[in-house]
């Protein structure tokens, strides 16, 4: 079992930033990809940025150049950098994990709310 637990969320006003950290505990030798998602209010989750165990990244289209996600293996942690953020960025934002040779993520930690004033 994983267990994930983002922090870092919180109120900040149009064009600000935000960063934040997911923290992986228990069987982190079986995670390859992480990966953060958001789901605002009366929308679907979506992906947001993924990173493997290598640090091959991969952005969603519309988030590219904004949002800058990390991982860090030695610390068992990953992190989204958002700048230059935008009210439509509002939504609880999600910590996933995958297992070794899985195709979906497995593992999902409790969400971190991210709210942006115009």
């Known amino acids: 079992q994983v267990q994930l637990e983002e922090s870092g969320g919180g109120l900040v006003q149009a064009g600000g930033s935000l960063r934040l950290s997911c923290q992986a505990s228990g069987s982190i030798s079986s995670i390859n990809a992480m990966a953060w998602y958001r789901q605002a209010p009366e929308n679907q989750r979506e992906l947001v940025a993924t990173i493997t165990r290598q640090f091959t990244t991969n952005y969603a289209a519309s988030l590219k150049g904004r949002f800058t996600i990390s991982r860090d293996n030695a610390k068992n942690t990953i992190d989204l950098q958002m700048n230059m953020l935008r009210p439509e960025d509002t939504a609880i934002y999600y910590c996933?994990?995958?297992?070794?040779?899985?195709?979906?993520?497995?593992?999902w930690g409790q969400g971190t709310q991210v709210t942006v004033s115009s």
């Open positions: 996933a994990a995958a297992s070794i040779g899985s195709r979906s993520y497995d593992y």
